[in-house]
């Protein structure tokens, strides 16, 4: 998989850095547009938590969340 949660971080931090350029500001709603596809992206990567708590154990995982081990369970999470 090309595009990691690691890279998504680095979008919302450089719009951030965009958003407080004293010469050219980022657009507004350019910015709330990147925003949101990076909710969705985090709600994305949430179902993966799930997925890989539900599959049970030998899944590292999907390969949006990068992770050189295997995922322990969420706290009362029975696999």
């Known amino acids: 998989m090309k595009n990691k949660m690691t890279d998504l971080r680095d979008h919302l931090f450089a719009t951030l850095e965009a ?3 004293p ?3 980022m657009d507004i ?3 709330k547009a990147i925003a949101d596809v990076g909710k969705v ?3 994305s990567a949430k179902v993966e938590v799930m ?3 539900a599959v049970g154990a030998g899944v590292k995982t ?3 969340i990068e992770s050189e081990r295997e995922a ?3 706290p ?3 696999r």
């Open 41 to 43: 992206l985090v709600d």
């Open 76 to 78: 009362g999470c029975k």
């Open 72 to 74: 322990l369970p969420a």
């Open 51 to 53: 997925f890989i708590n």
């Open 23 to 25: 010469e050219k500001p």
């Open 62 to 64: 999907t390969g949006f």
């Open 29 to 31: 709603d350019r910015a």
């Open 19 to 21: 958003l407080q350029d």
